[in-house]
Nanobody, 117 residues
């Protein structure tokens, strides 16, 4: 099973930016799905942004135009550039990967993002 290691979270003021990174322990070329989810206290874990099979991207409506997902296949790493952050973006952000359609989901340990008003 792949290991996913996130980094880049922290505390930022509203309107600021952060970039999250997620490094996988093996190649992400041809991966079925890989992306970012977030979970606020007392809430369910929701999709933020993800690559799907074929290279297309999906974004939650709440982050469109502010967040950008990208990848570096040579480094087995994906990124989430978060701009114009809002207090409602405060959550633990988790990296997710699924290598094949029917394979097990893998999750990182999570990284805390806190946006102060």
């Amino acid at each position: 099973q792949v290991q996913l290691v996130e980094s880049g979270g922290g505390l930022v003021q509203a309107g600021g930016s952060l970039r999250l990174s997620c490094a996988a322990s093996k190649s992400i070329i041809g991966i079925n799905a890989m992306g970012w989810y977030r979970q606020a206290p007392g809430e369910q874990r929701d999709l933020v942004a993800a690559f799907t099979n074929g290279g297309s991207t999906n974004y939650a409506d709440s982050v469109k135009g502010r967040f950008t997902i990208s990848r570096d296949n040579a480094k087995n790493t994906i990124y989430l550039q978060m701009n114009n952050l809002k207090p409602e973006d405060t959550a633990v952000y988790y990296c997710h990967a699924r290598y094949r359609v029917n394979s097990q989901d893998s999750w990182g340990q999570g990284t805390q993002v806190t946006v102060s008003s």
